[in-house]
């Protein structure tokens, strides 16, 4: 089956770092991948749709300068956590679907992110 | 606007049958996808619906009648691994909005 990867799994820093999250789709082109944050016990929040070689759509809300989306392939996108803060903590989850648009997402296995 | 309502929590014994409902209220609908997510991991899919019915997979069902915005998720044979968030999500021009999920203990 679809197999996506996220990486690295855990990321602990200082605040004022940046964190950059890759996402691969392993055996299949995906044509959009997704980026969600989600707290514990919540639901997952989309931050932001991305589209191999356009610039990213971000949800309302997201701020664009500090969660820089790269969707450099149509295996690769990359999500940089820029100048992370304390608040910046959390479960992020990248998804891809491949083909048509209403197809199931397969999600990254998550990147756990605590700022210190 | 986009509104998806689950249970947050149920629980049931090892060997029954459980139903998690999902009601929607959304701007545009294309499908709805039942999600299974275990505490600390990703979410995995479970079944897509796009016409009103029952979808069987396994020990797994969905239903959906779009008419009355609503679907249930129906497990049968409850094994203690199936203890998990259950997640509905409803899918609209390539994007899916996600209820809080339903967590689903289940008990021996």
């Known amino acids: 089956g679809a197999v996506v990867s996220q990486h690295p799994s855990w990321v602990i820093c200082k605040s004022g770092t940046s964190v950059k999250i890759e996402c691969r789709s392993l055996?299949?082109?995906?044509?959009?991948m997704f980026w969600y944050r989600q707290f514990p016990k919540q639901s997952l929040m989309l931050m932001a749709t991305?589209?191999?070689?356009?610039?990213?759509?971000?949800e309302q809300g997201v701020e664009k300068d500090k969660f820089l989306i790269n969707h450099a392939s149509l295996t690769l996108s990359t999500l940089t956590v820029t100048s992370a803060h304390p608040e910046d903590s959390s479960f992020y989850i990248c998804?891809?679907?491949?083909?048509?648009?209403?197809?199931?997402?397969?999600f990254g296995d998550g990147t756990r992110l605590s700022i210190l | 606007g986009q509104n998806i309502d689950q249970p947050t929590e149920m629980t049931a014994t090892e060997g029954a049958i459980v139903q998690i409902n999902c009601t929607y209220q959304?701007?545009?609908?294309?499908?709805l996808f039942w999600y299974q997510q275990h505490a600390g991991e990703a979410p995995t899919f479970l079944s897509y619906?796009?016409?009103?019915g029952l979808e069987e997979k396994g020990r797994f069902s969905s239903f959906l009648s779009r008419s009355k915005g609503y679907s249930y998720l129906l497990l049968k044979e409850l094994q203690m691994k199936d203890s998990a968030s259950y997640l509905c999500?409803?899918?609209?021009?390539?994007?899916?909005?996600f209820g809080d999920g339903t967590t689903l203990t289940v008990k021996p």
């Open positions: 998804s891809a679907i491949g083909g048509g648009r209403d197809q199931p997402q397969h």
């Open positions: 055996d299949f082109q995906a044509t959009t």
């Open positions: 991305s589209n191999e070689g356009s610039k990213a759509t971000y």
């Open positions: 959304t701007s545009g609908f294309n499908g």
């Open positions: 619906n796009v016409l009103d």
């Open positions: 999500a409803v899918t609209n021009a390539g994007k899916s909005t």
